[in-house]
């Protein structure tokens, strides 16, 4: 299996897959639109397929942002990538990929991956 990571900021998104491994495979980063929220999604939802066209392996797909997402609600709020604030982009993303998207704060990602990979 193959894991699809996403790092979204305010000026770039960037993809890295990994295989089983944890070898980096492919690599691309864009930056961000932020024009409005459907246009970010159009971007993402490219980058995405870019991926998908380049393996036709099925992957995992996790995406650190900054900013934080509501528990309860799934919203992004305090997000530097401002088009992102009041959307659930998690909810949004399943729903159009048809698979599970995990999703956390880019920090919390970072100490997590310290903690682990070292």
């Not at 930056?31 to 991926?51: C, D, R």
């Not at 900013?67 to 959307?87: R, Y």
């Not at 399943?94 to 990979?117: H, I, K, Y």
Request: proline residues 4%; charged residues 20%; aromatic residues 6%.
């Amino acid at each position: 299996m193959l894991h699809l990571g996403l790092d979204i900021g305010g000026t770039k998104m960037e993809a890295v897959l990994l295989n089983a491994a944890g070898e980096c495979v492919y690599r691309q980063r864009r930056p961000t639109h932020k024009e409005s929220y459907q246009a970010f999604m159009q971007q993402l939802l490219g980058l995405i397929a870019t991926v998908r066209d380049w393996s036709d392996r099925p992957f995992t797909l996790g995406i650190g942002l900054p900013g934080a997402i509501d528990p309860q609600s799934g919203l992004i709020k305090n997000c530097n990538c401002l088009v992102l604030n009041g959307h659930d982009l998690r909810h949004d993303l399943m729903r159009e990929l048809g698979q599970p998207v995990w999703m956390a704060n880019d920090a919390d990602c970072f100490t997590l991956s310290e903690a682990v990979d070292g």
